[in-house]
C-alpha cells in the first residue's frame, strides 16, 4: 500500500532555533518527493521539489534531503520565525506526477514560539 | 484569476441536505484536482478533470458525491445527502497540465460541518 509516515506529529520550538521534520514513504513506482507548507485555514504551498536523483534542495531557510536507498526525506528549517508555524506537509508522486498520483503525509504541526 | 479561488469558504449544513463547493481555478490551467482534509490529517484525492472530462474519480467516497467541469475552467463539487462523516476541508488544486514537473496550486479551501 503506498503510504508516507511523518514525525513527528507536532513540535514546539523557540524563534531563532532550528527543527528536523522526517518523513517516511512506500510510495512505488517513486516519481517525486514534495514538501508543502499549510498555514492554518489555508491551501498548501510547495517548498521543494526533489527528483530520485536529487540528494538536497534548499528554499532559503528550509533545506530538504532526499534518501532514494532508505525512502527517507527530511526538512530542516533553520533560524525560525513565528511565522513558520505551520502544517508541513511531505507528499510523494508516483510515475506521471498528476496530482491523482500524489500520496500525502498527515503532516507535522509546527509551532514556533517567541 | 492570480490564484485558485474556492466558495463557499465554511459551509454548515444539516444531515441529509445537498451542498455545493465551487472552484474557480487559475486561468488557463487545464488539470483540476478535488482533494478532502480531514482534520490533522493530509489531503485525499477525490477526482481530477483534464479539461471538461473527469479523467480520474477514484477517489469519490460513494455515489453521493459528484464534481463537474461543464466548460473546462469552474469546478462544482455536489454532494447529496450529506452525512456527519462528510465534514471536512474540500482542497481544489489547479495546474498548467496534468503530469510532468508542474506544481499543483491549492485553494484556501471549503470547510463543510454536517450536524
Known amino acids: 500500500k503506498n503510504q508516507v509516515e511523518q514525525s513527528p506529529q507536532s513540535l514546539i520550538i523557540l524563534e531563532g532555533k532550528n527543527c528536523t521534520l522526517q518523513?517516511?514513504?512506500?510510495?512505488?513506482?517513486?516519481?517525486?518527493l514534495r514538501w508543502y507548507k499549510q498555514d492554518t485555514g489555508r491551501g498548501p504551498v510547495s517548498l521543494t521539489i526533489?527528483?530520485?536523483?536529487?540528494n538536497t534542495k534548499s528554499n532559503g531557510r528550509y533545506t530538504a534531503t532526499l534518501d532514494a536507498d532508505t525512502k527517507q526525506s527530511s526538512l530542516h528549517i533553520t533560524a525560525s520565525q513565528l511565522s513558520d508555524s505551520a502544517s508541513y506537509i511531505c507528499v510523494v508522486s508516483r510515475n506521471n506526477n498528476a496530482g491523482n498520483m500524489l500520496t500525502f503525509g498527515g503532516g507535522t504541526r509546527l509551532m514556533v514560539k517567541p | 484569476g492570480a490564484g485558485v479561488s474556492q466558495t463557499p469558504s465554511n459551509k454548515v449544513t444539516e444531515k441529509g441536505k445537498y451542498v455545493e463547493l465551487r472552484c474557480d481555478p487559475i486561468s488557463g490551467h487545464t488539470a483540476l484536482y478535488w482533494y478532502r482534509q480531514s482534520l490533522g490529517q493530509g489531503p485525499e484525492f477525490l477526482i481530477y478533470f483534464q479539461g471538461t472530462g473527469a479523467a480520474d474519480d477514484s477517489g469519490l467516497p460513494n455515489d453521493r458525491f459528484f464534481a463537474v467541469r461543464p466548460e473546462g475552467s469552474v469546478s462544482t463539487l455536489k454532494i447529496q445527502r450529506t452525512e456527519r462523516g462528510d465534514s471536512a476541508v474540500y482542497l481544489c488544486a489547479s495546474s498548467k497540465q496534468a503530469g510532468g514537473a508542474n506544481v499543483l496550486t491549492f485553494g484556501a479551501g471549503s470547510r463543510l460541518t454536517v450536524l
Open positions: 518523513c517516511n514513504y512506500t510510495v512505488s513506482p517513486f516519481s517525486n
Open positions: 526533489m527528483t530520485f536523483s536529487e
